[in-house]
Each structure stands twice: as structure tokens, then as C-alpha cells.
């Protein structure tokens, strides 16, 4: 029989582990035409806000969602973030034969994902993991 050796650490092993993953901020955001159908309003986390253009309200939705969950990531402790960004624009056909599309309303979501500083500091040599911040590896 072998003996027993836990490491001193061994309590908190787990909750490194979940630590060092992964941080992932999703934020979703929508826009449709208004009732009148002659503006397009950007449904965003917090905010309405209306557009004369599809086009100026899927930029400002997306510039919107992309800066908040970068913000939101960097905040959860994100040491480097990658952005994906998934738009879907829905329409319905009309007229006689269909030959036509009506815009309906186009959903964006963006996801900002990146591992935490912690995660990345335990991949680097023992010399250089307690390094301040700004200085150069």
C-alpha cells in the first residue's frame, strides 16, 4: 500500500480549474422597422433607439453589443478577448409570384470570449508569473 499525499493546495484545485477556463459575455440585440415603417429602431441591453436606416441601426446595435461585452469580459477578468459576431436578417416574401422581400427584423448577438488572467499566468514559467502587469515578458 502506497501512502496518501495531498498537495497543500488540494482545497482549492477546482476552483482554479473553473477560474482558468473560460470568460464568455453573450449580449443579443434586434431591430425592426418602426410601426409607421418609416424609421428602424435598434432594441440594444438598456436602450431603444431609432435609426432613419436598417443599415444605421445594425451599425449602432452591433457597435453597441461589441463594445459592451468586450467591456464586460475585460471586467470579469478576460486577459485577451475574441469577438464573434452572428447577424440574421429575416424577410418575407409578398407580392404576386413572391418576387419580392419584405424586411421583417434582422437579430444580432455577440460574443465576447477569452480566458482570465489567472489562466493565462499559470501557463507562463514560474519566474515570470508574478510579474506586474505592464512589464515586458
Excluded at 473553473?18 to 410601426?35: D, I
Excluded at 424586411?103 to 455577440?110: M, P, W
Aim: net charge negative.
Amino acid at each position: 500500500s502506497a501512502p496518501l499525499r495531498v498537495p497543500a493546495h488540494a482545497h482549492v484545485a477546482n476552483a482554479i480549474g473553473a477560474v482558468a477556463g473560460s470568460v464568455v459575455v453573450r449580449l443579443k440585440a434586434q431591430v425592426t422597422p418602426s410601426e409607421d415603417s418609416f424609421s428602424y429602431i435598434a432594441f440594444v441591453p438598456g436602450q431603444r433607439r431609432e435609426f432613419a436606416t436598417a443599415d444605421e441601426a445594425v451599425a449602432f446595435a452591433t457597435a453597441y453589443c461589441v463594445e459592451r461585452a468586450t467591456a464586460s469580459a475585460l471586467a470579469a477578468g478576460a486577459a485577451a478577448v475574441r469577438l464573434t459576431t452572428d447577424r440574421r436578417d429575416h424577410s418575407a416574401p409578398i407580392g404576386p409570384g413572391a418576387e419580392e422581400e419584405s424586411y421583417l427584423f434582422t437579430d444580432l448577438i455577440v460574443n465576447a470570449a477569452g480566458r482570465p488572467a489567472i489562466a493565462l499566468s499559470a501557463d507562463l514559467p514560474a519566474s515570470s508569473a508574478h510579474r506586474a502587469p505592464h512589464s515586458v515578458l
